[in-house]
Nanobody, 123 residues
Framework: QVQLVESGGGLVQAGGSLRLSCAAS?????MGWFRQAPGLERRFVSAISATNGSTYYAESVKGRFAISRDNAKNTVYLQMNSLKPEDTAIYYCAAIYRYRSRWYDNGANYDYWGLGTQVTVSS
């Protein structure tokens, strides 16, 4: 049974930082983060390839968020800096088992999902 377990969410003031972690029970081609704010659809945030380390970011988080991985621990991290109230959402970790063309920013490409962790940024 594949499991993805997110941690690290919480409440932070605008301008602050949080670090999310996602521990996976298996090894995957790539892992990503998506977020869903109330009343909105789930949106891509960032992704990383476990094979070559390529990273991908949504325009809204470029320069503020950084994704990294520890292959030995099957864990992916999302360092979130300069947080804004509009970053408030449930953040979901996802994993893709096999490569697909432009795999990273389409949630439909991912095979497994975590339950999510709440991030709240106060103004």
């Amino acid at each position: 049974q594949v499991q993805l377990v997110e941690s690290g969410g919480g409440l932070v003031q605008a301008g602050g930082s949080l670090r999310l972690s996602c521990a996976a029970s298996g090894r995957f081609y790539g892992m990503g983060w998506f977020r869903q704010a109330p009343g909105l659809e789930r949106r891509f945030v960032s992704a990383i390839s476990a094979t070559n380390g390529s990273t991908y970011y949504a325009e809204s988080v470029k320069g503020r968020f950084a994704i990294s991985r520890d292959n030995a621990k099957n864990t992916v991290y999302l360092q979130m800096n300069s947080l804004k109230p509009e970053d408030t959402a449930i953040y979901y970790c996802a994993a893709i088992y096999r490569y697909r063309s432009r795999w990273y920013d389409n949630g439909a490409n991912y095979d497994y999902w975590g339950l999510g962790t709440q991030v709240t940024v106060s103004s």
